[in-house]
């Protein structure tokens, strides 16, 4: 699966929207890109994923460039709940050349966004 | 409908005692997964179980880790003798096939 780079922290004020990037310029065509949150001693929590189209759902919008290269988890009215470890994750979709279906995450570092009031 | 759910949350054990820890996934879904998040790192995989189909344990750091899924639902995740460096969240996640996976909220092992 294609390497991520996120930025290591970001602030958000309450009430603003929060624009998270993330690079990942060896994507593949077969390869969706997903987003994950981490709050403080919780399970990571699905947001969203797409291919190649900009996705949107109740929690987030989905912002794939052209090119796929890059994309943007946007959270359009950030609250102090949203405060949390967000981690961009690209994945294969389908079955891999071995025959198996194989779908493990790699998680990386992810981005650790602090909403304040 | 409900998630997934793991037991116990929290586990102290003592140096060198065996661990089980248990993972009921989604109802229906087809694909397990064991991760392991140590203090201030990231995600890693353990184990993945997909169907009938044999596990993939490259993620297993030794052999003293093992995992079986019964009946194609719930997963048993072992740690004989277990060490120090043992101490993490364990998360279980599943999918139905490779569609998304959906975490559960992990179990904290402490090993004393």
């Known amino acids: 699966d294609a390497k991520t780079t996120q930025p290591p922290s970001m602030d958000c004020a309450e009430g603003r929207a929060a624009n998270l990037p993330c690079n990942h310029s060896?994507?593949?065509?077969?390869?969706?890109v997903y987003w994950y949150r981490q709050i403080h001693s919780q399970g990571p929590q699905y947001i969203i994923h797409?291919?190649?189209n900009n996705e949107t759902n109740e929690m987030a919008s989905l912002i794939i460039t052209e090119d796929r290269k890059s994309s943007t988890l946007i959270l359009p009215h950030a609250t102090l709940r949203d405060t949390a470890v967000y981690y961009c994750i690209v994945r294969v979709a389908g079955v891999d050349p071995g025959g198996t279906s194989y779908g493990k995450l790699t998680f990386g570092q992810g981005t650790i966004l602090t909403v304040h009031p | 409908g409900a998630g997934v759910s793991q037991s116990p949350s929290n586990k102290v054990t003592e140096k060198g005692k065996d661990v089980e820890l248990r993972c009921d996934p989604i109802s229906g879904h087809t694909a397990l997964y064991w991760y392991r998040q140590s203090l201030g790192q990231g995600l890693e995989f353990l184990i993945y179980?997909?169907?009938?189909?044999?596990?993939?344990k490259s993620g297993l750091p030794s052999d003293r880790f093992s995992a079986e899924r019964t009946g194609g639902s719930v997963s048993t995740l072992t740690i004989q003798r277990t060490q120090q460096e043992d101490s993490a969240v364990y998360l279980c996640?599943?999918?139905?096939?490779?569609?998304?996976?959906?975490f559960g909220p992990g179990t904290r092992l402490l090993v004393l």
């Open positions: 797409g291919l190649k």
């Open positions: 060896t994507i593949s065509g077969n390869e969706y």
């Open positions: 996640a599943s999918s139905f096939r490779r569609g998304t996976q959906y």
């Open positions: 179980f997909q169907g009938n189909s044999a596990p993939d």
